[in-house]
């Protein structure tokens, strides 16, 4: 257990729809990383949140935003969703992030299923 | 471009038969290779973090080493536990706390 918690576990649901995800870090963390993987794509890195501010941005569409909360809980905003959405959402956290090179740890996943 | 590049895709060994995995990269400024095992379903588990040419990191049957253009996972008289899905990363200058992931090597071990 690598004290990330991500809910829910999984989520089905239709395309055009919108959806949420939920990450807590460890304790003590202040970076928040979220990440896609798909079978044809591998691990992506879409954001990080540092202390409740974005830090750095990878390939994330338009129709996906993430905000940090004072509390240090992160979400995850999936909108109008599509069939190539389906994939394995992971959340991680680090001490800071950067500049120093800290070890992510990454939650459980979401499985999301877009019907 | 930043790159990552694991092979092979996919291991199969015997019970006690030492193998290696292999992660190129190509990066603009290396700031740390990180090794992961990845069960299925399952979150990635941190293994290593190596920061620069030379460095070798140790951990029960798993050796990590790196070079300048490469890092190898080193697997000593496996078990059948440690079939997992093994993946590296890079974190590269001026890019965050991003990592930049390969595709992985699945690996097999049978009893």
């Known amino acids: 257990d690598s004290g990330v918690t991500q809910t829910p576990k999984h989520l089905i649901t239709a395309t055009g729809q919108r959806v949420t995800l939920r990450c807590s870090p460890r304790s003590g963390d202040l970076s928040v990383y979220w990440y896609q993987q798909s079978l044809d794509q591998g691990l992506q890195f879409l954001i990080q949140?540092?202390?409740?501010?974005?830090?750095a941005k990878g390939n994330i569409l338009e129709r996906f935003s993430a905000q940090q909360f004072p509390d240090l809980h992160s979400e995850l905003n999936l909108s109008s969703l599509e069939l190539g959405d389906s994939a394995l959402y992971f959340c991680?956290?680090?001490?800071?992030?950067?500049?120093?090179?800290?070890?992510?740890?990454f939650g459980p996943g979401t499985r999301l299923t877009v019907l | 471009e930043d790159q990552v590049t694991q092979s092979p895709e996919a291991l199969r060994l015997q019970e006690g038969e030492s193998s290696s995995l292999n992660c190129s990269y190509t990066?603009?400024?290396?700031?740390?290779l990180f090794w992961y095992r990845q069960d299925p379903g399952k979150g990635p588990e941190f293994l290593f973090t190596l920061y620069s040419a030379g460095e070798e990191k140790e951990k029960e049957r798993l050796k990590a080493t790196l070079t300048k253009k490469e890092s190898f996972l080193h697997i000593t008289a496996p078990k059948p536990e440690d079939s997992a899905t093994y993946l590296c990363?890079?974190?590269?200058?001026?890019?965050?706390?991003?990592?930049?992931f390969g595709q992985g090597t699945e690996l097999s071990v049978k009893p």
């Open positions: 949140y540092y202390n409740g501010e974005e830090r």
């Open positions: 990066v603009s400024g290396l700031r740390g």
């Open positions: 990363a890079v974190q590269a200058d001026n890019q965050g706390g991003k990592l930049i």
């Open positions: 991680a956290s680090s001490v800071t992030g950067f500049p120093s090179t800290d070890t992510q740890y």
